[in-house]
């Protein structure tokens, strides 16, 4: 099966408190779906970093690579169908989601149009948290500034002229990237992706 984007609205407020300033109960949702997704333990290295997250919020500076590879788990696992939904207020934007390829496809009509893209290209493989470009940890968070701006440059990719890998990827574009992010915008909420 391909690979595709998933995209949830969530509340910025209920993220900084998760991420942060968590309660009991929010550590112990989060715990037991990390068991039930990635088979971990309270006590073993995902469930004591995942509590890490929750108590002093999300920070990868000076984090050795495989924990961080460990933290973009849990943070794509949050965001997820299977996450976070009343902690975060997640609300899935569009259940089909995005292709992988629709949005390589517009990476190189934006390419080739020589277009100053410079959130489009985050969807390659992800962004993490706080990062300032590019990273392959499979989920990006848009914030609220961002989304519209997103919009903005898949639609003038998609308007470039060029070939698509598929006759359907326009419209893809439209209804999963384009649609998504307008109408997240028109909700003032920021937008996470997760690719799966």
Known sequence: MSRHWQFFSFSIGRFQQVFGKATDQEETALLKILEFEMGAEPDDEIGQLARKLMRQGINYQGMPPREAEVVDQILAVAFSQEGL??????????????????????????????????LLPLLKGGRRWQATGPTECHYVLFERAEVPKLSQEARAAVE?????????????????????CEFTARKHRPLAGILV
Do not use: F, Y
């Open 85 to 118: 939904w009343n902690e975060l207020e997640l609300e899935q934007e569009m259940p089909d989601g995005l292709p992988h390829q629709a949005v390589l496809d517009l990476l190189k009509r934006a390419s080739a149009a020589k277009l100053d893209m410079q």
């Open 160 to 180: 470039t002229p060029g070939t698509w890998s598929s006759l359907d990827a326009p419209n893809q574009i439209m209804d999963g990237l384009i649609m998504v």
